[in-house]
């Protein structure tokens, strides 16, 4: 692109981010790659019924965009939603054949008795003719994104028969700024990237993000004292204390599955180590000691931990017992492998594999046993930093376009691949949060 | 790590003497950024002290050829101190020696490929071994500080080698003169 030109159209893209509410910050573009053995589903325009204001979220669209970037889903576009039925009863299901549809989601918007609205939603399977679901959800009108969400895990978990993970958060860092001017904040935001909260501000740097297992809290590493330091902040209150700042390196936190522990590196021995801390006594103990780099140690469902370690040469994959012992490698494939992810049921890692320049997010699936089956699940250059989502469907990574980072959403068959772009600034570090208490 | 051992050896006893040449300083405007690129053309035969042949001074930081170099650079996933920062080293130690109040931060970076958190651990294994080689030179380690920002600080944000060389460094900084 000509020099001026590429500057006219950073200024208008400038412009636009200024122009746009915070609600756009979001997934903005469509699907990057698509599936075509997707399950069809129409989802048909929810009429609001009631006889006060109608609600500012469209429940519909934002179910639609859900599934469509699940990977297993395609849902059938606006414009060839011929029929809209609002119930059961307005059903005709040689319609739905004829547009090749697997299943039909209907629904309606009604007035709740406490000031907000409520969503009745019947979910239907065309070949069957039957209908699967019939459930009504209330919610406040700034919760309606809340209850769209809600009901697109209802419609995953009843077709599929695994628990639906749209309505979850994901923290990530974002930086803006240059030179003395930048700035780093944690923010949070709903799975899709809309509802962006700022969690903290500094002006130095933020890294790291963990959440606890019930969601409340994210554990992250900070420059802020000039040293790295892990923080614990309570997402309700904003409360914050400081559980690591020894001499050295204090990064890269991991919760225990029962929230009462947290794994981290500390070189305070003089090169890095994974360490647990006991919560409650702040009691250390040290799970590695090796002379080479152990870090980022994340836990495995049944209490385990895998990390990385630089002890064979190069950065793998390792596993270890929570109180130390030998650890055993866990990767074999690619020269470079970092920053596992582990999913619920411990049989799929993730991890940021690099062969010469080229840095992607590798999936081993350990399910069949030995040293277990990999698939590259993205295509970029700088790919880094996978995060599964809890139901383990999909991934969430950071990566760089242009001298940008952005973050992607990618189905775990890698199939399906979803930009989070935020209005301003440079995105990575995305952590994806547990399922949200019901 | 023997022809470093050596090499610092030989840098000690220069010290030792206080008058032996200086060689492989190189013009910072140079660019140390590439890698495998380093052709010293600017060797030169000043004494490692200052122009008076005594103890360094303040001043000494701004004006000295030697210790206004304060940047380290290293290749990629390594932490070996290449033998063209030797000098840089011994001029820094010979400060902090002749400087007891003077306090060293040596700030390690990395590149942006790969791990955040395994590059904040690069980066203090770079600046461990900038402080292991001024120790070397007989430099105290009271004197000094090890912090590292692994790819948090980069100087240089374009994804290229050029660039990534320039990254992956350690910034010698006095926070104390």
């Given at each position: 692109m000509h020099p001026m030109k590429r500057f006219l159209a950073l200024v208008l893209l400038a412009l636009a981010s200024i122009a746009?509410?915070?609600?756009?910050?979001?997934?903005?573009?469509?699907?990057?790659v698509g599936n075509d053995s997707a399950l069809h589903i129409a989802v048909v325009p929810m009429e609001y019924q009631g006889s006060s204001a109608k609600p500012d979220t469209n429940v519909a669209d934002v179910i639609r965009a859900d599934l469509n970037r699940s990977g297993q889903f395609q849902s059938l576009a606006d414009k060839d939603i011929v029929q809209h039925p609002q119930s059961g009863s307005d059903m005709n299901y040689a319609t739905w054949r004829q547009l090749h549809q697997d299943y039909v989601l209907v629904g309606r918007v009604l007035d709740s008795n406490d000031g907000g609205y409520r969503v009745e939603f019947e979910l239907f399977d065309v070949a069957k003719q039957q209908r699967l679901l019939g459930l009504a959800m209330k919610g406040r009108p700034q919760a309606m994104r809340d209850v769209a969400h809600q009901i697109a895990d209802q419609v995953y978990e009843k077709i599929l028969g695994v628990r639906g993970a749209f309505w979850t958060r994901i923290a990530y860092v974002t930086s803006t700024g240059l030179g003395a001017n930048k700035k780093y904040s944690l923010m949070v935001a709903d799975?899709?990237?809309?509802n962006p909260q700022s969690v903290v501000h500094s002006s130095e740097a933020l890294l790291s993000p963990a959440w606890s297992p019930d969601g409340n809290k994210l554990a992250y590493t900070s420059f802020e004292r000039g040293n790295s330091s892990i923080y614990i902040q309570d997402l309700t209150t904003g409360q914050r204390e400081v559980v690591a700042a020894f001499k050295g390196i204090n990064d890269a936190s991991a919760f225990s599955p029962d929230g009462k522990r947290l794994a981290m590196s500390l070189s305070k021995s003089g090169n890095p180590e994974i360490y647990v801390m006991d919560?409650?006594?702040r009691q250390l103990t040290q799970v590695t000691n090796h002379y080479s780099i152990d870090t980022e140690p994340r836990w495995t469902p049944d209490g385990n931990l895998m990390f990385t370690s630089d002890r064979g040469g190069k950065p793998q994959i390792y596993q270890v017992g929570p109180n130390g012992g030998e650890p055993t490698r866990v990767?074999?494939?690619?020269?470079y492998n970092a920053s596992a992810t582990v999913s619920y049921d411990g049989r799929k890692v993730a991890m940021a594999q690099g062969n010469g320049n080229v840095y992607r997010i590798a999936l081993l699936d350990r399910?069949?046993?030995?040293?277990g089956r990999w698939q590259m699940l993205s295509p970029g250059n700088l790919d880094e930093s996978p995060s599964f989502a809890p139901n383990a469907s999909m991934v969430l990574y950071a990566t760089k376009e242009g001298s940008r980072g952005v973050l992607y959403a990618v189905s775990a068959d890698g199939r399906v691949r979803q930009r989070l772009v935020l209005a301003d600034g440079d995105v990575r570090e995305p952590a994806w949060s547990p399922y949200r208490q019901r | 790590m023997k022809t470093n051992k050596t090499v610092l050896l030989v840098a000690a006893t220069c010290l030792a003497l206080a008058a032996c040449s200086k060689k492989?300083?190189?013009?910072?405007?140079?660019?140390?950024?590439?890698?495998?690129?380093?052709?010293?053309?600017?060797?030169t035969t000043r004494p490692i002290g200052n122009s008076t042949g005594g103890r360094f001074t303040p001043s000494d930081l701004e004006t000295n050829e030697c210790l206004r170099q304060r940047v380290v650079y290293f290749d990629f996933d390594q932490d070996t101190l290449k033998p063209e920062f030797q000098a840089v080293v011994a001029c820094h130690a010979k400060y902090l020696m002749d400087r007891p109040e003077a306090r060293m931060t040596l700030e390690g970076n990395a590149d942006e490929r790969g791990s955040r958190q395994y590059n904040i651990a690069l980066g203090e294994r770079r600046g461990n071994a900038v402080m292991a080689a001024v120790r070397g030179s007989g430099g105290p380690a009271s004197q000094m500080t090890v912090i590292s920002y692994g790819e948090e600080r980069p100087t240089c944000t374009e994804s290229n080698e050029d660039c990534w060389g320039k990254n992956r460094r350690v910034e010698i900084v006095y926070s104390a003169k």
């Open positions: 746009s509410p915070a609600f756009a910050q979001g997934l903005d573009v469509g699907l990057v799975s899709d990237g809309v919560l409650a006594s990767s074999f494939q690619g020269q399910s069949s046993g030995g040293s | 492989n300083v190189r013009d910072d405007t140079a660019g140390h950024g590439t890698t495998g690129t380093s052709s010293d053309t600017t060797t």
